[in-house]
């Protein structure tokens, strides 16, 4: 196991290597000029050929990216071109709303959506399972902007039981955190809870087939304990990881989401240094994002031991 | 249903995994301290949506308004204008030599830097020579400068080699880069680099700890600012500064701002869409105004140096095919905020003058631009027509225009893109077909364009003008009268020549005015009208 682990992190080091000269060479080729950014319309050619060399974009190719690599081995991801802040800084501001909303998601998903798809294999072609079903198409069909409007609307708005918008941190009050977080994650979570409770009752319905299933029955076992101590834990491998593609997909960003609830993530932070421009920006959130989905896939991959005894690395 | 959860979670491995993971995980992250706080946690506090998030904190380095808006908030400038456009003492008074020759200013007691230094006349010298080196109306007065100086630490002298009596009107000039006054520690560095040290002059301290680029910036009440006297007049007056704190927080999605408004989670937002009043109409806690009645000029502008537009006759076509009403009505929909305007110096303003507007504001004519094209003997050249698709003010403006000159005979071809492409693009002097371009559009606040000595478009220097790179004498010339004209009279009598030699020969199209809606919570009272936003002289009731 030891030895998987260690042969895993190795591998990131070329997966970063490709990502990195990837991203540097992809940005330096789309057309677009932070120096024209920062000096605004009425800059004259010779203004923004100034402020180009002033910010190293009038060097050689092979030179920016050497030196960006060079401070990227130090651990330094950089300073913003637009504004000046260090990346680390940057990413360490907008990290923790996304971190946290995808958290509290993920467990608002899974609290819901195991027990439906759960549900909908033990109810098999009943009315509990079409209504988990079309609950799943709904999920998935409806834009989430769309959901967020009418979560507002009715919950802030109508009744006012929510703030509309904004983001708190868990360390200035759970309470005020969860009331402004609330609503963006049961918003994402539709999406997750339909993902995760259809895959739940796939996988449910292929292992309630199994004998050991109906020797349990047959033994007396309670159904309860039959559904999820037998059938779940057996179920649980396709369902960790559809949860762990998700945790990782909520953590690369949600632009969307954060747009609608004014949630000052990630998302918007890529979004917005695409639109600028930002290289270094850009060059580490892609990076911090690789690194991340890298280190899920690793996590999940090490899960499946827990669940499944015989999965060996 | 919940118990049942409890007890399903309870006996399973699968639940009791997740959640005490997952929740241990949430409990772990209560470290952050990112956080938009709610409004009013922290004293009285105005929350406001600007619009557009501050990321750039040097106001002399770009002209960005949201930059000029946050060098209003924490600098102070020399002179300021009202709401006559006419130069008021802000830090300094002025006296002026007999023969125009020598400006001598006066800084006033109290003035005082954030960190306590007492702002002097080197201090507003090293800021104004920066200034100089980015602003264009700065440069125009800097080529006329024959020194600049400290004469001790309360007077600084400013001697011309001929006389600029636009002098004033430049130095207090509110906008695109007004000189805002910085210690000459900071403003003594290069004017290519952002500045990096944030002391201000002005009526509140920039919290750098609480600021986040493109999300929110607070500023904090400057308690040792001492106002002038006069009442607050557009960018004159006294600055009195009546609340604890402002904090801008960004929104990119206007509906959300708009809902939080209307629940008074914020209290003010600068810029509202038009097609969202309906909904802020039905508020009654909400008051929708225009505060900066002058708004903005939205234009077009062509390539000089390229076929089809580099014949003044096929211009003349483009711009008789165009109907200023066919594009505000596009672009803003609700003729109660837009203004057919033909003055290229903006209506409302002191030069405003709308000869040779002609079919532009009476609805365009495209039988004419037909036959004038005809006359011209254009040759169906592609007209390279550039079109943002991320900048709500700027989208409409190509489809119209591109419509008209189909219309006309015109072989368009628009070419989508984002703006940042369309503003790296435009900086290219390549044939169309080779990368470059034949017309844009974009939009001028209306004080930075009420003047030929700092409208951009107006600069005939070819390679060394603005985009499009015109090689205009003719212009060159008027603007020089322009500045050696020394009363208004003679300045409006240049103006209306300029004015016609520019719609003459197309150097632009101007394509109309319109204002921009703001919106406050009605517990925010005493906002004064200004070209620019500002948070001084404003009361919050609790």
Same mark, same amino acid.
């Given at each position: 196991?030891?030895?998987?682990?260690?042969?895993?992190? =190795?591998?990131?080091?070329?997966?970063?290597?490709?990502?990195?000269?990837?991203?540097?060479?992809?940005?330096?080729? /789309?057309?677009?000029?932070?120096?024209?950014?920062?000096?605004?319309?009425?800059?004259?050619?010779?203004?923004?050929?100034?402020?180009?060399?002033?910010?190293?974009?009038?060097?050689?190719?092979?030179?920016?990216?050497? /030196?960006?690599?060079?401070?990227?081995?130090?651990?330094?991801?950089?300073?913003?071109?637009?504004?000046?802040?260090?990346?680390?800084?940057?990413?360490?501001?907008?990290?923790?709303?996304?971190?946290?909303?995808?958290?509290?998601?993920?467990?608002?998903?899974?609290?819901?959506?195991?027990?439906?798809?759960?549900?909908?294999?033990?109810?098999?072609?009943?009315?509990?399972?079409?209504?988990?079903?079309?609950?799943?198409?709904?999920?998935?069909?409806?834009?989430?902007?769309?959901?967020?409007?009418?979560?507002?609307?009715?919950?802030?708005?109508?009744?006012?039981?929510?703030?509309?918008?904004?983001?708190?941190?868990?360390?200035?009050?759970?309470?005020?955190?969860?009331?402004?977080?609330?609503?963006?994650?049961?918003?994402?979570?539709?999406?997750?809870?339909?993902?995760?409770?259809?895959?739940?009752?796939?996988?449910?319905?292929?292992?309630?087939?199994?004998?050991?299933?109906?020797?349990?029955?047959?033994?007396?076992?309670?159904?309860?304990?039959?559904?999820?101590?037998?059938? =779940?834990?057996?179920?649980?491998?396709?369902?960790?990881?559809?949860?762990?593609?998700?945790?990782?997909?909520?953590?690369?960003?949600?632009?969307?989401?954060?747009?609608?609830?004014?949630?000052?993530?990630?998302?918007?932070?890529?979004?917005?240094?695409?639109?600028?421009?930002?290289?270094?920006?850009?060059?580490?959130?892609?990076? =911090?994002?690789?690194?991340?989905?890298?280190?899920?896939?690793?996590?999940?991959?090490?899960?499946?031991?827990?669940?499944?005894?015989?999965?060996?690395? | 249903?919940?118990?049942?959860?409890?007890?399903?979670?309870?006996?399973?491995?699968?639940?009791?995994?997740?959640?005490?993971?997952?929740?241990?995980?949430?409990?772990?992250?209560?470290?952050?301290?990112?956080?938009?706080?709610?409004?009013?946690?922290?004293?009285?506090?105005?929350?406001?949506?600007?619009?557009?998030?501050?990321?750039?904190?040097?106001?002399?380095?770009?002209?960005?308004?949201?930059?000029?808006?946050?060098?209003?908030?924490?600098?102070?400038?020399?002179?300021?204008?009202?709401?006559?456009?006419?130069? @008021?003492?802000?830090?300094?008074?002025?006296?002026?030599?007999?023969?125009?020759?020598?400006?001598?200013?006066?800084?006033?007691?109290?003035?005082?830097?954030?960190?306590?230094?007492?702002?002097?006349?080197?201090?507003?010298?090293?800021?104004?020579?920066?200034?100089?080196?980015?602003?264009?109306?700065?440069?125009?007065?800097?080529?006329?400068?024959?020194?600049?100086?400290?004469?001790?630490?309360?007077?600084?002298?400013?001697?011309?080699?001929?006389?600029?009596?636009?002098?004033?009107?430049?130095?207090?000039?509110?906008?695109?880069?007004?000189?805002?006054?910085?210690?000459?520690?900071?403003?003594?560095?290069?004017?290519?680099?952002?500045?990096?040290?944030?002391?201000?002059?002005?009526?509140?301290?920039?919290?750098?700890?609480?600021?986040?680029?493109?999300?929110?910036?607070?500023?904090?009440?400057?308690?040792?600012?001492?106002?002038?006297?006069?009442?607050?007049?557009?960018?004159?007056?006294?600055?009195?500064?009546?609340?604890? @704190?402002?904090?801008?927080?960004?929104?990119?999605?206007?509906?959300?701002?708009?809902?939080?408004?209307?629940?008074?989670?914020?209290?003010?937002?600068? @810029?509202?869409?038009?097609?969202?009043?309906?909904?802020?109409?039905?508020?009654?806690?909400?008051?929708?105004?225009?505060?900066?009645?002058?708004?903005? +000029?939205?234009?077009?502008?062509?390539?000089?140096?390229?076929?089809?537009?580099?014949?003044?006759?096929?211009? +003349?076509?483009?711009?008789?095919?165009?109907?200023?009403?066919?594009?505000?009505?596009?672009?803003?929909?609700?003729?109660?905020?837009?203004?057919?305007?033909?003055?290229?110096?903006?209506?409302?303003?002191?030069?405003?003058?709308?000869?040779?507007?002609?079919?532009?504001?009476?609805?365009?004519?495209?039988?004419?631009?037909?036959?004038?094209?005809?006359?011209?003997?254009?040759?169906?050249?592609?007209?390279?027509?550039?079109?943002?698709?991320?900048?709500?003010?700027?989208?409409?403006?190509?489809?119209?225009?591109? @419509?008209?000159?189909?219309?006309?005979?015109?072989?368009?071809?628009?070419?989508?893109?984002?703006? +940042?492409?369309?503003?790296?693009?435009?900086?290219?002097?390549?044939?169309?077909?080779?990368?470059?371009?034949?017309?844009?559009?974009?939009?001028?606040?209306?004080?930075?364009?009420?003047?030929?000595?700092?409208?951009?478009?107006?600069?005939?220097?070819?390679?060394?003008?603005?985009?499009?790179?015109?090689?205009?004498?003719?212009?060159?010339?008027?603007?020089?009268?322009?500045?050696?004209?020394?009363?208004?009279?003679?300045?409006?009598?240049?103006?209306?020549?300029?004015?016609?030699?520019?719609?003459?020969?197309?150097?632009?199209?101007?394509?109309? +005015?319109?204002?921009?809606?703001?919106?406050?919570?009605?517990?925010?009272?005493?906002?004064?009208?200004?070209?620019?936003?500002?948070?001084?002289?404003?009361?919050?009731?609790?």
């Amino acid at each position: 196991m030891l030895g998987y682990i260690i042969r895993r992190i =190795l591998a990131v080091i070329p997966v970063m290597t490709i990502v990195a000269v990837f991203v540097f060479l992809l940005l330096r080729l /789309t057309p677009g000029d932070p120096a024209a950014i920062i000096a605004g319309d009425m800059a004259t050619p010779a203004q923004l050929e100034r402020i180009r060399t002033s910010l190293g974009l009038s060097e050689p190719l092979h030179e920016q990216f050497i /030196t960006w690599v060079g401070l990227l081995l130090q651990g330094d991801l950089g300073t913003s071109l637009i504004s000046n802040t260090p990346v680390t800084q940057m990413i360490g501001q907008r990290v923790w709303p996304t971190i946290n909303i995808a958290i509290l998601t993920i467990v608002l998903s899974v609290l819901i959506a195991v027990p439906m798809g759960v549900l909908a294999a033990w109810r098999h072609r009943t009315w509990v399972d079409y209504v988990v079903m079309a609950f799943s198409v709904l999920g998935f069909s409806i834009p989430v902007f769309v959901i967020g409007y009418l979560f507002i609307q009715t919950f802030s708005i109508g009744l006012g039981w929510f703030p509309v918008q904004g983001y708190v941190a868990p360390s200035e009050g759970f309470g005020a955190f969860l009331s402004r977080a609330i609503l963006p994650c049961l918003t994402l979570a539709t999406i997750y809870v339909a993902l995760i409770a259809r895959m739940t009752r796939a996988s449910m319905l292929e292992v309630l087939g199994e004998d050991y299933i109906r020797t349990a029955r047959a033994k007396g076992v309670k159904e309860i304990v039959v559904l999820f101590r037998h059938a =779940l834990r057996n179920a649980a491998v396709p369902i960790m990881t559809i949860i762990g593609t998700g945790f990782a997909l909520l953590i690369g960003g949600v632009v969307v989401t954060e747009s609608v609830f004014n949630i000052p993530g990630i998302g918007r932070l890529t979004v917005d240094a695409i639109l600028a421009r930002d290289y270094p920006v850009i060059q580490g959130m892609i990076l =911090l994002t690789s690194g991340l989905y890298v280190f899920i896939n690793l996590i999940i991959d090490l899960s499946y031991t827990f669940f499944d005894p015989r999965i060996r690395y | 249903m919940l118990r049942i959860q409890e007890r399903l979670f309870r006996c399973t491995s699968l639940g009791r995994g997740m959640a005490l993971g997952l929740l241990a995980g949430a409990a772990l992250m209560t470290g952050s301290s990112l956080a938009t706080t709610p409004a009013g946690a922290e004293g009285k506090t105005v929350t406001a949506v600007m619009h557009s998030g501050l990321r750039v904190l040097d106001p002399i380095i770009t002209t960005a308004h949201i930059t000029r808006n946050h060098g209003y908030m924490i600098y102070d400038v020399l002179v300021a204008v009202d709401e006559n456009f006419e130069p @008021q003492p802000q830090m300094a008074d002025w006296t002026i030599s007999d023969d125009n020759l020598v400006y001598t200013f006066t800084l006033r007691d109290g003035l005082t830097f954030h960190d306590g230094n007492p702002v002097t006349a080197a201090d507003a010298v090293a800021s104004l020579k920066r200034w100089g080196k980015r602003d264009s109306g700065g440069q125009l007065l800097f080529d006329v400068t024959e020194s600049l100086e400290a004469k001790d630490d309360k007077t600084l002298v400013w001697t011309l080699k001929s006389p600029f009596p636009a002098l004033l009107e430049i130095v207090g000039k509110q906008s695109a880069v007004p000189p805002f006054i910085m210690p000459e520690r900071v403003a003594s560095g290069s004017a290519d680099e952002a500045i990096t040290d944030y002391t201000g002059s002005g009526p509140f301290v920039f919290v750098e700890e609480e600021y986040q680029p493109g999300v929110s910036v607070t500023y904090r009440k400057f308690e040792d600012y001492v106002p002038r006297e006069e009442p607050a007049n557009w960018m004159a007056g006294g600055k009195n500064v009546k609340v604890d @704190q402002v904090k801008w927080v960004t929104m990119p999605d206007a509906q959300t701002a708009i809902n939080a408004l209307m629940s008074g989670e914020i209290d003010y937002i600068e @810029q509202v869409q038009i097609d969202l009043l309906p909904i802020l109409e039905t508020s009654e806690n909400v008051t929708v105004e225009t505060r900066d009645e002058l708004g903005y +000029q939205t234009i077009g502008r062509m390539n000089f140096k390229y076929p089809p537009f580099d014949d003044v006759k096929i211009r +003349q076509a483009a711009m008789m095919a165009l109907s200023q009403e066919n594009v505000l009505g596009t672009l803003i929909g609700n003729p109660d905020y837009y203004t057919i305007c033909g003055a290229i110096f903006g209506c409302g303003t002191p030069l405003a003058d709308d000869s040779g507007s002609g079919t532009l504001t009476s609805g365009g004519d495209i039988e004419g631009a037909k036959k004038l094209l005809e006359e011209a003997g254009y040759d169906g050249t592609p007209v390279v027509l550039m079109q943002p698709t991320d900048v709500v003010s700027l989208t409409a403006q190509p489809v119209v225009a591109a @419509q008209a000159l189909r219309e006309a005979g015109f072989n368009v071809d628009m070419q989508p893109m984002d703006w +940042q492409t369309l503003v790296t693009r435009r900086a290219s002097q390549a044939k169309p077909s080779e990368g470059g371009w034949n017309m844009f559009f974009t939009n001028w606040m209306v004080p930075e364009i009420n003047s030929p000595l700092i409208s951009p478009m107006l600069n005939g220097r070819g390679d060394d003008a603005w985009f499009g790179w015109p090689e205009d004498d003719e212009i060159e010339v008027l603007r020089a009268e322009f500045i050696a004209a020394d009363t208004l009279d003679k300045q409006k009598e240049v103006a209306v020549r300029i004015q016609e030699h520019t719609l003459e020969n197309v150097l632009y199209i101007p394509l109309g +005015q319109y204002a921009s809606p703001q919106a406050r919570s009605n517990k925010l009272t005493g906002m004064i009208p200004s070209p620019v936003p500002v948070f001084w002289n404003v009361e919050k009731a609790d």
